[in-house]
């Protein structure tokens, strides 16, 4: 079932469902899982998700971008599979919460790296486990994991309990990834960034394996032109009603 944002506009319209929302999650861990495009706003919604619910987040692009740094670092070719898997064992090896979470990650020049190695099918191989292992088992005194990426719904976790697909025109999203780089890269354009981004996608959605597309029972949310508060409301609506469903619990 794919519900476009639109249906969904009561919930963002009705100031009741935006303020009263109650969660009553199901007592089984619960997996939640957010694809979509560059810069579409997924990460700031599965971040959100994850802090209203008190599930572990896991930002899987950032694997992909570790590797790419770490096969730069190494001098590496990124569409090389033999430069490539070295740093994915490295990775593996030394992966921490600090690392995910470096700024050193968003630099262009690792975006572009990140979006190479990962059409390589052995680095996508190779990042499963992990995937899969964080989404059934989240680390610490959690209910559920929210994973954020690209092929979450259709790859990673086929069976999540809840999918959401969020997208947004490439302009709306070269415009913000454009405000969020100008802090630390003065000199980035909005014109170079609409570029990136545009090959970014075509890559991310064209190549062979695992390409970015969204499984048939995700929710799709369109962020063109909406607040992260909006996609946000949208989406807790949506999972109300699943998670009512679940527990027959009331609000
Ligand atoms: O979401 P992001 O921009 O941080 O992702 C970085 C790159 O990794 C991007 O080119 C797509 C790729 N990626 C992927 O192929 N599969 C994922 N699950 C997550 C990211």
Redesign the pocket.
């Known amino acids: 079932m794919s519900i476009a944002y639109n249906k969904n506009k009561a919930a963002v319209n009705d100031p009741s469902l935006q303020d009263n929302v109650v969660l009553t999650p199901p007592l089984r861990k619960m997996i939640i899982a957010v694809?979509?495009?560059?810069?579409s706003g997924?990460?700031t919604l599965a971040r959100k998700i994850a802090e209203r619910l008190n599930y572990a987040y896991l930002?899987?692009?950032?694997?992909?971008?570790a590797v790419?740094l770490a096969t730069l670092e190494m001098a590496g070719e990124p569409s090389r599979v033999e430069s490539v898997m070295p740093a994915v064992d490295i990775i593996k090896r030394n992966l921490t919460t600090a690392l995910l979470e470096s700024p050193v990650?968003?630099k262009p020049e690792v975006?572009?790296a990140?979006?190479?190695?990962?059409?390589i099918p052995e680095v996508?191989a190779a990042?499963l486990d992990f995937?899969r292992d964080f989404a059934k088992n989240p680390p610490g005194d959690v209910g559920g994991a929210v994973?954020?990426?690209?092929?979450?719904g259709t790859?990673?976790c086929p069976n999540a309990d809840v999918k959401f697909f969020v997208t947004a025109n490439p302009e709306a999203r070269a415009e913000r990834r454009f405000k969020e780089l100008l802090w630390t890269h003065p000199l980035i354009t909005l014109e170079r960034v609409l570029s990136d981004i545009t090959q970014?996608d075509k890559?991310?959605s064209g190549?062979e394996f695992?390409p970015?597309y969204p499984a048939g029972d995700a929710y799709l949310l369109d962020t063109t032109k909406l607040s992260a508060n909006d996609v946000l409301d949208t989406a807790i609506w949506t999972l109300h009603k699943k998670f009512l469903a679940e527990t027959g619990a009331n609000i």
């Not at 694809?35 to 810069?39: C, M």
């Open positions: 694809d979509g495009p560059a810069a997924k990460g930002d899987t692009g950032a694997l992909y971008r790419a990650l968003r975006s572009e990140a979006s190479k190695v990962a059409a996508r990042l995937q994973l954020d990426g690209r092929d979450i790859v990673v970014r890559r991310d190549r695992a970015t």
